[in-house]
């Protein structure tokens, strides 16, 4: 079975996590706090909010930014239901801003246009929430831009995209967003087995993450209610907060992780071009990149040309599956999932969201994929193709 994803785990990781085992601390400890000051000397950014999923950490970025009933929050369409839930989540309402065609992020120019129908109609967008898709950055320079043109607030969904860069630096660094998130599920490209990151460069939004984190406790004075002085008040719950923390457990499997990202992302630069000569010959469009991004390659799409191939993606999806390979499909658009349709999206509602659905398929890339499982891959691909 060759999965389209999967983990790397060395001798070092598990060394790491057992070390964690025989601790003081399997929560709340010191590899947390470690970790996230990792990422963040990494990024580039001042501050890095560790959480239990990028799931969470989108939540927790939601209110932190004051994301309430009556806000609009906007996203793409092809991306994973969270980037849209968190949203929901707080009450505000969601929409979609259709794709680019070349790079399949938002497309700065139909967000453009949506903005000047929004203004006229006062239905401007709290908060923006771009997706780097597979890995590549967003066009950041252009929805900065227009964040400060109308006024809204911008959260990078980057669960994709740890270890790629943007303008020649790195991803994460909130150049041109408010807050960027981070996943380490064990398909993206390091892995804490469950896990998530929020990084700012704001110290109060960095103090917000932290209080929505951890049940809206704190144990700061300064955040503290007055109350009578000979009264025992060591924490104060001050808002609604969750449990989204991270384990120093999994804190050390992703502070192990580290030391490999740049491999990582190498791997899967050698592999995507590997695939790109290996497809040249077949009927796909392989991954376009924009120059002005260096992707983490979290994904490797391809799109059918439905004019030169008589099968459907479903039909070569099904045919890799019986052949053991796990291809997959990022994403459906998202306001097609019957619970998005019930509160009113019909099919059709972004035109390049679906073409892309019609067309995209997922094949296997992550670092320990061999050349002889490549081969393999593209062999069954094209014989699903042709057959
Ligand atoms: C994986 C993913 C998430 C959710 O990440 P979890 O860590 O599993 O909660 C959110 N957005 C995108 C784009 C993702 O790919």
């Given amino acids: 079975m060759i999965n389209y994803g999967r983990q790397d785990i060395n001798q070092a990781d598990i060394d790491a996590v057992a070390e964690v085992l025989r601790s003081d601390f399997l929560t709340q400890g010191p590899v947390v706090p470690e970790f996230e000051r990792a990422v963040a000397s990494y990024c580039g950014a001042s501050h890095a909010v560790s959480a239990n999923s990028a799931t969470g950490a989108l939540h927790m970025a939601c209110l ?25 989540y707080c009450g505000a309402e969601v929409d979609f801003v259709d794709i680019d065609p070349r790079t399949y992020g938002m497309s700065v120019d139909r967000l453009s246009e949506k903005l000047v129908q929004a203004k006229a109609t006062g239905r401007l967008p709290k908060l923006v929430i771009p997706v780097h898709l597979c890995g590549q950055p967003c066009d950041m320079a252009g929805i900065h831009a227009l964040a400060v043109k109308y006024g809204f607030r911008v959260v990078e969904d980057a669960s994709h995209a740890i270890g790629g860069r943007y303008k020649g630096e790195p991803i994460g660094n909130c150049r041109y ?7 380490f599920h064990p398909v993206k490209i390091i892995t804490t087995g469950e896990g998530g990151m929020a990084l700012t460069n704001d110290d109060l939004l960095a103090k917000r993450l932290r ?31 969750y449990n989204y923390r991270m384990t120093d457990i999994s804190a050390a499997l992703g502070l192990s992780q580290m030391k490999r990202l740049d491999e990582f992302v ?18 796909v469009i392989t991954p376009w990149q924009h120059p002005d991004g260096y992707s983490g390659l979290h ?71 061999t050349d002889s499982e490549q081969d393999l891959v593209v062999a069954e691909l094209r014989a699903a193709i042709e057959a």
């Fill in 64 to 88: 932190a930014l004051g994301v309430g009933k009556g806000d609009i929050v906007w996203t793409t369409p092809i991306t994973f239901v969270a980037s849209a839930n968190c949203a929901l």
């Fill in 266 to 283: 190498t791997r899967r630069h050698a592999i995507a071009k590997r695939y790109d000569e290996l497809l040249s010959s077949l009927p």
């Fill in 299 to 369: 994904l490797y799409v391809i799109r059918l040309k439905l004019y030169e191939v008589k099968k459907t993606n479903k039909q070569v999806f099904k045919s890799l599956h019986a052949a053991a390979i796990l291809a997959n499909l990022h994403y459906i658009p998202v306001y097609r999932q019957p619970y998005f349709e019930k509160m009113g999206f019909k099919a059709g509602y972004c035109k390049e969201a679906e073409a892309y659905f019609a067309d995209v398929l997922t094949i296997p890339m992550y670092p320990g994929l």
């Fill in 211 to 241: 209080l929505f984190r951890s049940h809206g406790i704190t144990s700061d004075p300064k955040e503290m209610d007055p109350r009578p002085a000979d009264e025992l008040w060591n924490y104060q719950q001050v808002e609604l907060g």
């Fill in 177 to 183: 967003s408010d807050i960027t998130v981070f996943s």
